[in-house]
C-alpha cells in the first residue's frame, strides 16, 4: 500500500507527529522498533502535566488517544533502509520474525532518536538511568542537594560540571584523562567560583548505589554521577540517504530548518535526531511541527 507519510520511530516525536497529520485524515504508517532513550529510567522529568510519570505510561496514553484515528498504520518493526525511487521513497523493514517489507510513500518523518554512547567504566551502563545520569532538569532535583559527581569525557563535561552545584555538592572527576594544569585558567576560575572540586583519581567501577572505586583502592560515595555521553545516530541509513548532519565531539544530528525539514525533498526530521540534548518536551514540539509542516506540504508544496 502508498502511504501518504511514513514516520520512522513511534515515541514522543513520531507520535507527536502523527497527530496533527491523522487530524487532517492523511494515510500515515508509523514503523517503531519499541527502544526509547529512556526505557532506562523509571520517571520522567521536566516535562509539563507529566512530571515524575513512568516513561512508558506518557507513551501509552499517547498510543491510546491515537488509535481513535483511522488513517494510522502501526508496525512494530525496523526501518533496515530507505531508498529515493523517481519521486518516491521506499522504506524497508524487517520485523522480530525477520519478515521483510517495502512500503512505498511520498514523504518521510524521521523520529528515531539516538543512541547514548556511554563511557566504558565498570559498573557505569548497568546504572544509567538509575544513579548514573546526563541531565540535571531531569535527575537532578530527586537527588535532594546532594554529593553529585561530574565524570570528565570532555569540554562538555565542565560546562555541565559548571551548572551541577544548583542540584548538589559536586565534585568534578577528571578520572585521569586530562590533568589540571591541561585546562583554561578560565575554566579552572569558573569551577572554584562554582565550588566545583576536582579530583584526578581514576576510577576503577563503580558499585552499590554510586560507590566510585579507584585505581589507588580509595572510593568515594555518590548520590548520583552525571556523564556525558555521545549521542550517535545509530541508522546507517541515514547518511547512505545523503541526509545532512551536524556533528561535533559529543552529538550527531540531522539539520532542518525551523520547520523541521532536511535537505532533502520530503524528509523532514524531529526529536532528539535534530539536536543534540533532547528532552521529551523538545520531542513533542518538533514532532507537532514535522507534522504540521507535512501536511502543509501536501497543500502548498515544499
Ligand atoms: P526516542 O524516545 O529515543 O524514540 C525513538 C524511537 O524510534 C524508539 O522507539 C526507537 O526504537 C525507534 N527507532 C529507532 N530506530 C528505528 C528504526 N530504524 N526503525 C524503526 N524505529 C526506530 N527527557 C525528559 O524530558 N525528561 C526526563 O526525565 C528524561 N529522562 C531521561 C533518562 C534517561 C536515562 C535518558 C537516556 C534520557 C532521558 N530523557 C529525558 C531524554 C528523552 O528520553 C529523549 O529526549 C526522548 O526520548 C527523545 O524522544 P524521541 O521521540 O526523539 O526519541
Ligand atoms: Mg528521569
Not at 505510561?57 to 531508498?83: F, G, H
Not at 576560575?189 to 576510577?203: A, E, F, P, S
Not at 565531539?249 to 539536536?275: F, P, W
Request: charged share 20%; glycine share 8%; net charge negative.
Amino acid at each position: 500500500m502508498n502511504y501518504d507519510v511514513v514516520i520512522i520511530g513511534g515515541s514522543y516525536a513520531g507520535l507527536s507527529a502523527a497527530l496533527p497529520l491523522a487530524r487532517a485524515r492523511k494515510n500515515i504508517m508509523i514503523v517503531d522498533a519499541g527502544l526509547r532513550r529512556n526505557r532506562f529510567a523509571a520517571h520522567s522529568h521536566n516535562f509539563l502535566t507529566q512530571d515524575g510519570r513512568a516513561p512508558s505510561a506518557i507513551i501509552t496514553d499517547a498510543k491510546q488517544q491515537l488509535e481513535k484515528y483511522p488513517t494510522i498504520t502501526w508496525v512494530d518493526a525496523s526501518v533496515i533502509d530507505v531508498q529515493a525511487v523517481n519521486n518516491q521513497y521506499e522504506v524497508f523493514t524487517e520485523d522480530e520474525n525477520n519478515k521483510y517489507s517495502t512500503i512505498q510513500t511520498e514523504k518521510i518523518i524521521i523520529a528515531t532518536g539516538i543512541k547514548d554512547e556511554l563511557p566504558k567504566i565498570e559498573g557505569l551502563s548497568e546504572r544509567w538511568g538509575k544513579s548514573v545520569f546526563h541531565c540535571p532538569y531531569c535527575d537532578g532535583y530527586e537527588l535532594n542537594l546532594g554529593r553529585l559527581g561530574m565524570l570528565y569525557s570532555g569540554a562538555h563535561s565542565l560546562h555541565m560540571a559548571l551548572m551541577l552545584p544548583d542540584w548538589g555538592n559536586t565534585t568534578l572527576f577528571l578520572n585521569d584523562a586530562v590533568s589540571i594544569d591541561t585546562l583554561e585558567p578560565a575554566i579552572l576560575q569558573q569551577l572554584n567560583q562554582r565550588n566545583v572540586k576536582l579530583d584526578t583519581r581514576k576510577i576503577a567501577k563503580i558499585e552499590n548505589h554510586c560507590d566510585l572505586k579507584f585505581e589507588n583502592g580509595e572510593q568515594s560515595q555518590l548520590d548520583g554521577i552525571f556523564v556525558s555521553t555521545f549521542m550517535k545516530i545509530s541508522c546507517s541509513w541515514v547518511a547512505k540517504l545523503g541526509l545532512e548532519i551536524d556533528a561535533n565531539e559529543y552529538s550527531e544530528a540531522i539539520k532542518t530548518n525551523t520547520m523541521k525539514q532536511t535537505n532533502l525533498h520530503g524528509v523532514y526530521a524531529c526529536g532528539d535526531i535534530t539536536r543534540s540534548g533532547g528532552s521529551v518536551a523538545f520531542s513533542v514540539a518538533d514532532g507537532a511541527m514535522a507534522g504540521v509542516a507535512v501536511h502543509k506540504s501536501y497543500v502548498f508544496g515544499e
